[in-house]
């Protein structure tokens, strides 16, 4: 099963420019999660918050949570070519497994 | 920190033919671990999740007599695709909880196993 969406399902920006990804979900959680996944490769570990929090921030990553509208956003400012790979979020409620969203691809030209 | 593997990396095998994976983890030990399958351009889709001595709980839609998990140890569980067809050509993916990691319990990921099937 899958928890819900990414927007947008796919993203093409220029070096330099700054990403925006935004995650809905379906039911209450106990904390979300963002991975990156470069192509063909394992999940990356991003940042995670707590469904107590608003808002988190990690180098050039921001990430927001509202529980009321169910929704995440994670921005990555100052994007580099680097930075091209697979976003997902993911959710836990308490005891369970983590439920990944469909993910964005983000494509980065330098 | 907390590392989890998995073996083989890649594997390719013929249809009809049963695949194990091993999925360990290497510094802690995981009561739980959990099984993702994940097919090109998607994402990964929960597919079981193992304890340590018992019974897997597999969700809706996987064949669990398709898919055997056994978690043995605390230290290594296994998925043996059995009698694999090119539909079951994906990325699995393995993950495991450990129970040191306070207060969120979280998961940690192995690398992933591309199984393709001829």
């Known amino acids: 099963s899958q928890q819900g969406e990414e927007d947008p399902q796919a993203l093409s920006i220029q070096e330099g420019e700054n990403a925006t990804m935004n995650c809905s979900y379906k039911t209450s959680i106990n904390n979300l999660q963002w991975y990156r996944q470069n192509s063909g490769r394992g999940l990356v570990h991003l940042i995670l918050?707590?469904?107590?929090?608003r808002e988190k921030h990690s180098g050039r990553l921001r990430v927001t949570l509202d529980t009321s509208k169910k929704s995440s956003s994670l921005l990555i400012t100052a994007s580099r070519a680097a930075d091209t790979a697979s976003y997902f979020c993911?959710?836990?409620?308490?005891?369970?497994?983590?439920?990944f969203g469909k993910g964005t691809t983000l494509s980065v030209s330098s | 920190g907390a590392v989890v593997s998995q073996h083989p990396s890649w594997v390719i095998c013929k249809s009809g033919t049963s695949v194990k994976i091993e999925c360990r983890s290497l510094d802690f030990q995981a009561t739980t671990m959990f099984w993702y399958r994940q097919f090109p351009k998607q994402s990964l889709m929960l597919m079981a999740t193992s304890n340590e001595g018992s019974k897997a709980t597999y969700e809706q839609g996987v064949e669990k007599d398709k898919f055997l998990i056994n978690h043995a140890s605390l230290t290594l569980s296994t998925l043996t695709v059995t009698s694999a067809h090119p539909e079951d050509s994906s990325f699995y993916i393995c993950s495991a909880k450990s129970p040191r990691t306070s207060p969120y319990n979280e998961q940690f990921f192995g690398p992933g196993t591309r199984l393709t099937v001829l």
């Open positions: 993911a959710t836990r409620q308490a005891g369970t497994a983590l439920i």
């Open positions: 918050i707590r469904s107590n929090e």
